[in-house]
Nanobody, 114 residues
Framework: QVQLAESGGGLVQPGGSLRLSCAAS????????MGWYRQAPGKQRELVAR???????YYTDSVKGRFTISRDNAKNTVYLQMNSLKPEDTAVYYC????????WGQGTQVTVSS
């Protein structure tokens, strides 16, 4: 039973954009804050952005002004619009409930390289 399914990653040049999507089962999504996380090779997974059920957002400093998190409650989907991408944004990106995460999905690879 797949509860979290991330998509939208890929290879992009520095300065480019990507839009990630995460489809979550209703039981996870409804009334819960959702977060986007990333894990780069050799590093710990980190929270990138989160959004409450009411739409309040938080961003880690390194992505402020470049990334935008949003959600569609009718579709149980959370998005991450990533602009002005940098090589240091290269990572596997995951979504999950915040703060009490559940089993992680497979994530989606984002590679920023020329």
């Amino acid at each position: 039973q797949v509860q979290l399914a991330e998509s939208g990653g890929g290879l992009v040049q520095p300065g480019g954009s990507l839009r990630l999507s995460c489809a979550a089962s209703g039981s996870i999504f409804r009334f819960n804050a959702m977060g986007w996380y990333r894990q780069a090779p050799g590093k710990q997974r980190e929270l990138v952005a989160r959004i409450t059920s009411g739409g309040s957002t938080y961003y880690t400093d390194s992505v402020k002004g470049r990334f935008t998190i949003s959600r569609d409650n009718a579709k149980n989907t959370v998005y991450l619009q990533m602009n002005s991408l940098k090589p240091e944004d290269t990572a596997v990106y995951y979504c999950n409930r915040y703060p009490n995460s559940i089993s992680w999905g497979q994530g989606t690879q984002v590679t920023v390289s020329s």
